[in-house]
């Protein structure tokens, strides 16, 4: 299993709250993801980092905020929570951007907003 | 742009039976080809991929090859076990791209 632990793996929040969610990496791989799974949207991707501090939009930005302050840490922030972003969270690495080189997931972190 | 459809499910089968999940994409270039297996409650697991045409990919009795002119990279398995029953993911990647393009999912249930 690639290690990547997401913290916290269950949460509860109101909306117009903050809630930020941890990945944590020990592979060293340069690149980490953010995306969101929802019943028939499949996997979408938020954000995305190719190094430290170097973060970029995915397709479905809107709302949510990344940082990487060291290579090991990536974490996303939503700004003010919605129903809209009650969702699973899944924290993505991969060693590099070469098609053939695997993307590797996390456990997930549930996310209930009420 | 990119895309992968999925052979709509849920499938159920019983076990020891023949699995075929269907998977075709469209892409530019040349992408490499996924298969990620999902359980309940947990996080996505690659199942074996293929970066070229021709090539196939196996694990756990599973396989899939890469055929470039059906542009297909559907998923087989021989004798299926309960332990299978799961959501499998066919996904593309092209180079440079920073995200895999996955399909819908297909939920799969496998009875004794």
């Known amino acids: 299993d690639a290690g990547i632990t997401q913290s916290p793996r269950h949460k509860v929040t109101e909306t117009g709250t903050p809630v930020t969610l941890r990945c944590h990496q020990t592979?060293?791989?340069?690149?980490m993801y953010w995306y969101r799974q929802d019943p028939g949207h499949g996997l979408r991707l938020i954000h995305y980092?190719?190094?430290?501090?170097?973060?970029d939009k995915g397709e479905v930005s809107d709302g949510y905020s990344v940082s990487r302050s060291k290579t090991e840490d990536f974490l996303l922030t939503l700004e003010s929570a919605t129903s809209s972003q009650t969702s699973v969270y899944f924290c993505a690495i991969s060693e590099s951007d070469t098609s053939g080189n695997t993307i590797y997931f996390g456990e997930g972190s549930w996310l209930t907003v009420v | 742009g990119d895309s992968v459809t999925q052979m709509e499910g849920p499938v159920t089968l019983s076990e020891e039976a023949f699995l075929t999940i269907n998977c075709t994409y469209t892409?530019?270039?040349?992408?490499?080809l996924f298969w990620y297996v999902q359980y309940p409650g947990e996080g996505l697991q690659l199942l074996l991929k293929a970066t070229k045409a021709d090539d196939k990919g196996s694990n756990k009795g599973f396989e899939a090859t890469y055929r470039k002119e059906t542009t297909s990279f559907h998923l087989e398995k021989g004798s299926v076990q309960v332990s299978d029953s799961a959501v499998y993911f066919c996904?593309?990647?092209?180079?440079?791209?920073?995200?895999?393009?996955f399909g819908q999912g297909t939920r799969l249930t496998i009875n004794p």
């Open positions: 592979e060293n791989h340069r690149y």
């Open positions: 996904a593309l990647r092209t180079q440079g791209a920073q995200k895999l393009v």
């Open positions: 980092s190719y190094g430290v501090k170097d973060t």
């Open positions: 892409a530019t270039g040349y992408p490499s």
